[in-house]
């Protein structure tokens, strides 16, 4: 399994932008699902968005319309371009990868990140 380190995360206002980043390992990068989860305090890690090694691409509903994921497989790194933040988007975010499934869901998962925070203030 490739491993997957985040970055970009950090305090915004709501209706701004971030751009998060998961660099993975590996020379089979372009053969993996790569995804991105987050975890808010005392809630369940919840699945966000992902993009399978042929580019398709699948978002959680409350989401939609203003994350998008992106990969590039030259460099070896996953991106979620996030606009419109909202309070409620605040968590810890996850880079996923799984060379077997789309990991649109933790059991899906075989390698997870750190985790970067992403704080937005209302």
């Known amino acids: 399994q490739v491993q997957v380190v985040e970055s970009g995360g950090g305090l915004v206002q709501a209706g701004g932008s971030l751009r998060l980043s998961c660099a993975a390992s590996?020379?089979?990068?372009?053969?993996?699902?790569m995804g991105w989860f987050r975890q808010a305090p005392e809630k369940e890690r919840e699945f966000v968005a992902a993009?399978?090694?042929?580019?398709?691409?699948y978002y959680a509903d409350s989401v939609k319309g203003r994350f998008t994921i992106s990969r590039d497989n030259a460099k070896h790194t996953v991106y979620l371009q996030m606009s419109n933040l909202k309070p409620e988007d605040t968590a810890v975010y996850f880079c996923?990868?799984?060379?077997?499934?789309?990991?649109?869901?933790?059991?899906?998962?075989?390698?997870w990140g750190q985790g970067t925070q992403v704080t937005v203030s209302s």
């Open positions: 590996g020379r089979t990068f372009s053969s993996y699902g």
């Open positions: 993009i399978s090694r042929s580019g398709v691409k």
């Open positions: 996923a990868a799984s060379s077997q499934y789309i990991p649109s869901s933790p059991p899906y998962v075989g390698s």
